[in-house]
Structure formats: structure tokens, C-alpha cells
């Protein structure tokens, strides 16, 4: 009869909502959203300071659409194409001009021939007489758009209301990267605290955009700063023991010559390179452990703490086998030409290892994975540190129920 009473008191016992109150909820979402647009505005105010003005900067191509093919011939192992074409864009709009393709037989890969219809770029010809224009390139931002526009239409379709957010956290994350980091670098500032500040500013923004601010949340966003502070702290330890000098290709020592008066950190390029590419790894990660112990402490009320860190480390083992392997073939897919270069000039397996590119790849797989298999009793803890607070605040408020 007494347990009768207790319990009757227990149910009668207003318990806190775990999850936020839904004005709450818009707040902080909003403020998220502010707060980003802020970042984004003053944080590229910043990161500009010190950029370079270009010399000669690069002439900008026009937009043309072939309507005419006028003569296609063949000399000296050359493919010549003189067409006229419409330009779209420009002081010019609305003209017609004759512009030429040019396809070497010894040069590959070549391009495709042009056809009437065809949208291609075109640049101000200064070394082929009697020709005023040459087609650079195929102009090829519609079928990007379209891809954009397919990959946005999945992700709504099958995330709904989350597919929206998880749009904006991506917007938020490219235009940090590219609108922010990006001339930061080129302003020759510190490539490490860049890196740090934009790997914070994305972590916390996607958690907050996405999962909103709970302790499900909390405890991802906690193992996943652990995990990226793990992989960059390997990189820095590597780097002084492999002594590596950044000068990985032709790329990199094309950046040395953007600032000459303060050259870019290539060392500070491969700090950044793993600890961005291993973020979003380590990210998924920590959210995936978290949610899961979450789940399982909502649906199983009296699961205990060592039960749940168990079961913790065993998603953790399914999840870590396969992005172990997805980050290693993503790297290796992403330098994969380089690779096949390097072994066709037939060097001794030493020497192969040796090379700098090689040990790149190494490096980063090897302080991505770790990063990644580390999260997994990180985040572990801390989800069940924070969800057995969380039930002890519970029993604390039981109890002093009259």
C-alpha cells in the first residue's frame, strides 16, 4: 500500500520536458542562424586583411552559344574549329562574334569538338592573327545547377523539416570554408587558428541547426571537438617526426609564389587539409553514438551506466570499421592521379613510402581513423555522464515529492 502511495506521488510529480520548449527551441534556432550570418559577414572582413591584389589578374571569360559552325579543318596535327556564337553576358550581349577551338592530336585528354547549341567560354585571343576570340572552356554551370537542384530535392524529399536545416547547415559550412578560411590563407594569416575557428564555428552551428540545443546534442558536439583535437594533435607530432616539407605538386608551389612577402604555411595547408576532411568522419560519429544512447536510455528507463557505455563501444565497432575504410579511399581517390604518376616512374618501395605525397595520404588516414575510433568511448562517456545527471536530477525530484 505505501509503494502505492509512493508511486502515485512519483507520477503526480511534474517532471521536466527533456526537450527544450518549443519557443526556446526558435530562439535559439534563430539566434543560430544570426549568429552564422555574422560570422560569415565580419569573419571575411577579417580574413581579407593583408589579401593580395593581383598584378595581372585574370581577364573574365564570356558566356557565348554557338549558332554557326563556319570552317572545320586539320593541319599539323591540329583540329581547327572556327564557329560564331552569341554572347550571353557581358558589354557585348546580344553580339555575334567568330571565335576558334583548337584540338591538338598529341594533347590529351582533348576536348569535344563544339556543335551548334552549345554554351562554351571564350577568352580574348592575342596570339592567333585574324582571330579575335578562343574557346576556353564548355561552359558547364547549368548541369552543375541542375545536379545542386536533384541533390536538394533528395535531401527534402527524405528528411522533410531536417533535410531543410541540414541544407542551411551545408550553406553555412561551404561559405565558412570558401568565403572565410579560403582568403585567410591567401592573406597569409595563421592556416592553424583559421583552421581551429572554422572547425568550432561548424560543429557547434551544424549540432544546433540540426539536433537543436539538447544534451544529445551536447554530448556529440563534446566528442566530436575531442575527436578533431585528437587527429590534429597526431598531425602536429607526425609532422615534426616525418619532417615533412608540404611541397606535395606542382599546386603547392604555385602557392608559395601568391605571397611573397609572407609565404603560405604548406605545413599549416596539411594541418588544416586533415583536420576539415576529418571533421565531418568524426562528426557523424559522435552524433551516431549519442543518439543511439539516447534511444536506448529513453526506451530502457533502468539501463545501467556500464550497460550503456557497452553498448556504446559495440555501435561504435560497426560504425568505425567502415569509415575507417571511407576515409582511407576517399583519400586515396582524391590523389589517385598522383599516385599512378608516382608509381609509373617505377621507384623502389622505400623510396615510394619516402615520397611526400605518399606520406601525406598516410598521414592524414592515419590521423583521420584515429580520430574517428577514439570518438567512440569519448562521446560514449560523456552521453552517459550527461543522461545519468540527467536521471539523478529525475530521482532528486522524485524524492522531494511530498
Known sequence: MKNLVVNERRAMVKRPDPKLP????????????????AYIYFGRQIALQGYPEWEDPAEEPMTVRVTEIVSDSVSNNERVIVFNAEVLNGELEGDTITSDQTIYANYYPQQEPVSVGDKVLVFANTYTEGMDWSMLEY?????ILILGIVFAAIILIFGRFKGVNTLISLAFTVLAV??????????GQNIY?????????TIVMTMLLINGADKKSFAAGMGCFLGV???????????????????????????????TQSPIDLKGIIFAAIIIGAMGAIMDVAMDISSS??????????ISSA????????????VMGTMANTLILAFVGGSFVSLIVIAANSMQFAQLLSTDTIVMEILQGIACTSGVVLTVPITSFIAVEVLYKEKKENVGADESAP
Request: with cysteine; net charge positive.
Open 22 to 37: 518549443k519557443r526556446k527551441k526558435i530562439i535559439i534556432y534563430a539566434l543560430t542562424i544570426i549568429l552564422s550570418v
Open 139 to 143: 561552359f558547364r554551370s547549368d548541369s
Open 178 to 187: 570558401f568565403a572565410v578560411f579560403v582568403p585567410s590563407v591567401l592573406s
Open 193 to 201: 587558428l583559421w583552421s581551429i575557428i572554422t572547425c568550432i564555428y
Open 229 to 259: 583535437a585528437i587527429a590534429g594533435i597526431l598531425t602536429v607530432i607526425m609532422d615534426k617526426v616525418l619532417l615533412l616539407t608540404g611541397m606535395l605538386n606542382e599546386d603547392t608551389l604555385y602557392l608559395q609564389m601568391v605571397q
Open 293 to 302: 544512447l539516447n534511444e536506448l536510455r529513453t526506451n530502457i528507463p533502468d
Open 307 to 318: 550497460r550503456l557505455i557497452k553498448s556504446g563501444f559495440n555501435i561504435g565497432r560497426d
